[in-house]
């Protein structure tokens, strides 16, 4: 179950966190992973580990805000099995405090990224059916504090989930999203040392228990779940959203 033999994936973000466990599993599912990403080093690494377990996978270094650079890759490539909207940036702040760069930094790679990703990928994917995930958020689905920017990138995602699976489904191209709560990642350490130097255990405590099951997830079971989704197994899934969360949404009362 959940082969993926041969299938033509993109992984956008696929360099790091989420994008990296998704990348190494789908490879170890026998895909052929192209990873797209603007951090060399660490995509890198991440190709270097899949051709280390036998895998194959190639490095595409980009910025997925650019649409002619976008075009351009996903040309090279050609025909996709399927895509993975993975890159995303975070911010933190409220529509008060949030500044204009920070907001259109915010919307060209969380929002524009997965838009011109999604423009250069479906044409040929019509082809012969696929399939399209999306990186989301509980953002997306309930408030939280200071994440204004971000909440609105995210409920974007949302809404171009729904849009794609409903346009294209008669092109056989289906197409859901997670959304994660806190994930525990390299980002979530880099942010917890620069904004609380002395305190890293003690802020980490907290926001692990900020979900209800008491710790935070991890990249591989983000990238399980992603599995599925993008597997032969399950066809029959499309305009779906899928919570990964701990119980913060409907649990955190």
Known sequence: MFSLKNKIVVVTGGGSGIGKAISILFAQQGAILNIVDRDEASAE????????????????????????????????????????????????????????????????VNVKGVYNCLHAAIPAMKIKGGVILNMASVAALVGITDRF???????????????????????????????????HTPFVDGFIAKNYPGREEEIFEKLSKAQPIGRMAKSEEVASLALYLCSDEAEFISGCDYPLDGGFVKLNN
């Open 149 to 183: 920017a971000y909440s609105m990138s995210k409920g974007a995602i949302s809404a171009m989930t729904l849009s794609v699976a409903r346009d294209f489904m008669n092109d056989r191209i289906r197409c859901n999203s997670i959304s994660p709560a806190r994930v």
């Open 45 to 108: 690494r991440t190709c270097s580990e899949i051709q280390d377990l036998g895998g194959v996978a190639l490095v595409y270094l980009i910025d997925v805000s650019k649409q002619s650079d976008v075009i351009r890759v996903f040309e090279k490539i050609g025909p996709i099995d399927i895509l993975v909207n993975n890159a995303g940036v975070a911010h933190i702040g409220t529509a008060e405090n949030t500044i204009e760069a920070d907001f259109d930094r915010i919307y060209s």
